[in-house]
């Protein structure tokens, strides 16, 4: 028998497109399309506007797949982590990040990650694949079910800082935002949104062609060569200098400030030409900086630098007219803050 193939691959011409050839009309795309991605719908039979035939055949010809929170944490801050089950077995962990304002998602892009920043845990997992664009919308779907449920609240924001390098899942990775955007999806804005990157300056440049509407946050970490490139292996096949004309072309073709983050770490950036270098790229473009607490991933390696230091991060970089703000690290307890993303308790999992 052949195996059944799965609709939420396609796209919506795609739908249009097997409609015709089943003799449908082409509205039938649009009104499996809300169910499928708006109504998250998980079997055919539940598709009440269509005719028991249609839904037949669609359940003969076709699978819905989903994934599972498999297991969801809270930490004593409000911040919730679910470790999420994808269709074949493999894990993927997503954040719920509450504060007054906001309630954000964190979700990644990649079972486990190709890179390997050397102060990150995600890098320690070898990556396994890239995520599908149902899988990650999914990620988003689940969270927002958590906020609503939990904290009686809607969804205000989707940050792609969870596992993986959403870059280097690109097609995918925007597939997923132009569904959670769409009418037809979740309808959320992408203001609200933001893609987080390691740096890898030509796909940087490919999203300011392609005319995407979200935010650009940059990992930066260090703005000098001799640094990143010892603690960020992927600084080597894109320096700094490549970094600041993506950025540059960035804010030339969207108009949208840039985001970067930046961990300050004892004896690697505390010195005054690291606060110095950082200051010069910050004026390459129109940027605001989110200094990161540094979260242990294991016993030894690096720490955290001097509170003072960080201080004169901040003096300088306001002195020179850049938004700088401290943040303080959420989910700690439950190892669901930056950088701690692993897949810890995949062993204690049945
Ligand atoms: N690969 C993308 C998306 C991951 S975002 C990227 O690199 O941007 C995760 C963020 O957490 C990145 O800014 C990363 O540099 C940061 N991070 C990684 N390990 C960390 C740690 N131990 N403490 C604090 N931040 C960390």
Known sequence: MQEKRDIRALTKSQLEDYFKTIGEPRFRAQQVYEWLWQKSAQSFAGMTNLSKELRAKLQAEFVINHIRVDQMQRSSDGTIKNAVKLYDGKIVESVLIPTDKRITACVSSQVGCSLDCSFCATAQLK??????????????????????????????????????????????????????????????????????????????????????????????????????SQIMNINKANPVADLAEAVQYWYAKTGRKLTYEYVVWKDVNDKPQDIAALVAFCRKAPCKVNLIEYNPISEEGYQQADPAVVEEYVRQLNQAGITATVRRSRGKDIDAACGQLANKNELQQV
Not at 156 to 170: A, D, S, W
Not at 186 to 210: C, E, F, N, Q, W
């Open 127 to 228: 990556r396994m694949r890239n995520l599908k664009p149902d899988e990650i919308y999914d990620q988003v779907v689940a969270i927002k079910n958590e906020a609503e449920n939990f904290f009686g609240r809607p969804l205000t924001n989707i940050v792609f800082m969870g596992m993986g390098e959403p870059l280097m899942n690109y097609n995918n990775v925007l597939a997923a935002i132009e569904r959670i955007t769409s009418e037809e999806g979740l309808g959320m804005s992408p203001k609200r949104i933001t893609l987080s990157t390691v740096g890898l300056a030509k796909l940087m440049k490919k999203l300011a062609d392609d005319e995407v509407k979200f935010n650009l946050a940059l990992s930066l970490h260090s703005a000098r060569d001799e640094v990143r």
